[in-house]
């Protein structure tokens, strides 16, 4: 694709319904309508947020307090949106981010959405709490780029097995999440007695993986309920401290990135550390209720190691111009979670498909309006601020 924006040519001439599945345009008009479809328990589990939701708004509200300031008469012709991150080139900066238990809005889940990724290049961060296993997405996906997102696992069998399966099975990025040694409290889905692990969904890695086995005496049984309580108790591992991050280098020699990091204290130590990446990322507002805005955060960790390390952003794109504002901040790249998770749910691959095209072409329209031609022209004097 030479111009993401003669995407928007395509739909004036031909129509929505002949060039997308007939999906809003708007992401957030998206999200309206995954509302009105997915089933409540679903529904409730995505949109959901930690506690009041303030944290998910402080997200949306970082955004807005940023304006782009744009520039005229700058030959903007041409442009490439493509990206280097960690040594892998993106035809535009936009990937999408881990999010497990995908089946629960549509029956072909990641498989779906690795398909979608693959057919436009895109990196796919598959989660450690997918419905289907590292392999399968892996098949899925073919010649598609692909990451592997860890949930640190109590076991440190079970953790070196999954890095193990992800490298045999061709991701080439280790995202490791710090944020969710355990689930924050969300009332959403608390109130609805809604949790896709005690429905079976989400534990497609553990359940298929020997070292986890070995741990409920090799086999899951067809009363699903040892293994499960096998699996909640050995999920996420809150004792994991700095000093665990050589466990990570002896079981993976690809690209290590840290997601969740929110402090600049944390940034520096992960760089320290030899890390290869940071995600400024809450978790899009679902662990800490009241934490601050990750946008407002990431001019301080670029400030602090963009220099020496890849920082790459999450929590709250929902446009184009939001894409604009984080990489003016500094990232490198961004991640996207739910608007992609409504995308499936409302259309499976050709409704993820369908939000990176639009993201991709508002992305490059907003460049191109705003006088930038390429990601790494995009700087802080592109935005009036608070
Ligand atoms: C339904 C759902 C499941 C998620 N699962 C994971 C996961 O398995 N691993 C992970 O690191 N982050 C997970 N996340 C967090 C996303 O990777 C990402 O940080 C967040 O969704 C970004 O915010 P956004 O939804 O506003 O784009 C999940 C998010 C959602 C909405
Ligand atoms: C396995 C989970 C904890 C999925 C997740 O990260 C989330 O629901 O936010």
Redesign the pocket.
């Known amino acids: 694709m030479s111009s993401f924006a003669d995407f928007q040519n395509e739909i004036y001439l031909n129509g929505l319904g002949d060039v997308l599945p007939g999906l809003p345009t708007d992401l957030t008009r998206l999200e309206r309508l995954a509302r009105k479809r997915l089933s409540p328990g679903a529904h409730g589990?995505v949109a959901g947020s930690a506690g009041t939701g303030a944290t998910a708004r402080a997200n949306r509200e970082a955004f807005d307090r940023w304006r782009i300031v744009p520039r005229m008469l700058r030959d903007v012709t041409v442009r490439d949106l493509s990206v280097e991150v960690l040594g892998a080139s993106l035809p535009a900066p936009v990937l999408l981010g881990p999010v497990?238990?995908l089946s629960i809005v549509h029956p072909d889940g990641e498989l779906a959405v690795a398909r979608a990724a693959s057919a436009l290049n895109v990196p796919m961060v598959l989660?450690?709490?997918a419905s289907y296993t590292i392999e399968e997405v892996a098949e899925a996906g073919g010649e598609g780029p692909r990451w592997f997102q860890l949930?640190w696992p109590k076991d440190p069998e079970i953790a070196a097995s999954f890095l193990g399966r992800a490298k045999a099975a061709g991701y080439t990025a280790l995202v490791v999440?710090l944020d969710?040694p355990m689930?924050g409290w969300r009332p959403h889905d608390l109130d609805q007695a809604y949790l896709p692990?005690l429905r079976g969904i989400?534990v497609a890695n553990y359940f298929s993986d020997p070292a986890f086995l070995k741990g409920i005496g090799g086999s899951v049984g067809a009363d699903r309920s040892t293994a499960l309580l096998h699996w909640a108790a050995i999920?996420g591992n809150p004792a994991v401290t700095w000093d665990d991050l050589g466990f990570l280098r002896e079981h993976w020699d690809g690209p290590i990135v840290l997601k969740g990091i929110q402090h600049t204290d944390d940034a520096r130590r992960a760089v320290d550390a030899g890390i290869d990446g940071v995600i400024v990322s809450n978790?899009?507002g679902?662990q800490v209720d009241g934490a601050v805005g990750a946008l407002d955060m990431l001019p301080e960790v670029v400030a602090a190691v963009g220099e020496r390390t890849t920082v790459l952003f999450d929590s709250g794109i929902r446009s184009g111009a939001d894409v604009v504002k984080a990489l003016a901040l500094g990232a490198r790249a961004v991640l996207v979670g739910r608007p992609y998770a409504y995308g499936l749910g409302l259309a499976g691959e050709a409704g993820v498909r369908h939000v990176l095209r639009c993201l991709m072409a508002e992305l490059d329209l907003t460049m191109a309006l705003s006088g930038i031609t390429r990601p790494a022209d995009l700087t802080p004097e592109f935005l009036r601020g608070p």
């Open positions: 589990y497990g238990v989660s450690s709490a949930y999440t969710t689930l692990f989400g999920f978790h899009g679902r």
